[in-house]
């Protein structure tokens, strides 16, 4: 504990953990309910930076740098997904006229 910075002291690892949980609910509740394809990748985005803060957490606090670096490998894994997501929706909606996941049964042979 000698090498964490004051500030990081202030708040318990705790709310950190809690605040992590809310937030990856809501993105898998955001998944789960919505049938919208870009609220959807939003969704899995919410779930990917709680991620992202709880690693940076533990990192900070155990005082090594790895967690750090596997939030740089989720940001590039997450900046791919939203390039490639994108352009798969706006092929859908090119095909569909909507982003709704329903009407893709119509893309079924």
């Not at 202030?10 to 870009?38: D, E, K, M, W």
């Not at 006229?97 to 329903?102: A, K, L, T, V």
Request: net charge neutral; with cysteine; proline share 2%.
């Amino acid at each position: 504990m000698e090498n964490i910075p004051q500030y990081i002291q202030a708040i318990p690892l705790n709310h950190y953990i809690i605040l992590c949980a809310i937030v990856f609910s809501i993105g898998v509740t955001g998944v789960l309910l919505r049938r919208n394809a870009i609220v959807i990748f939003m969704s899995v985005e919410l779930m990917l930076n709680s991620v992202n803060l709880l690693l940076t957490a533990f990192s900070v606090y155990r005082g090594d740098a790895s967690g750090q670096v596997f939030v740089f490998f989720i940001m590039a894994l997450a900046a791919a997904e939203v390039a490639i997501g994108l352009a798969i929706i706006v092929m859908i909606y090119r095909n569909t006229n909507s982003i709704d996941i329903n009407v893709l049964n119509r893309l079924k042979w």
